[in-house]
């Protein structure tokens, strides 16, 4: 299959030198300092919206502990209610 497009154009002096291609205008001023602000604001978003969720996780740190915590303290009450109830019944059966 053959794709029919323009062949690229070759600028080329008389003595056999090429054009040099004119590169396009450069920014006005304004436009850099636009273009440099916006850049620094997303960065600076980006780096609080990374600090915000690294204190985040920070605040949960000590509250997973204490779930963890009052999760161990359940269950050792539990294991000593099974264990009461398992003396009480062992009681029973020898009367």
Do not use: C, Y
């Not at 590169?23 to 436009?31: D, K």
């Not at 600076?44 to 915000?52: D, P, Q, R, Y």
């Not at 969720?53 to 779930?67: E, M, R, T």
């Amino acid at each position: 299959m053959i794709h029919h497009r323009k062949p690229p154009t070759l600028d080329m002096t008389p003595d056999g030198a090429f054009r040099v291609v004119a590169s396009r205008p450069a920014l006005p001023a304004g436009a850099r300092l636009a273009a440099t602000a916006l850049t620094i604001a997303v960065l600076a978003g980006t780096l609080g919206l990374a600090a915000l969720a690294f204190w985040f996780a920070l605040v949960l740190i000590p509250i997973a502990l204490l779930a963890g915590l009052i999760g161990w303290a359940a269950l050792r009450l539990q294991i000593w209610r099974l264990g009461a109830s398992r003396e009480v019944m062992r009681r029973n059966d020898t009367i």
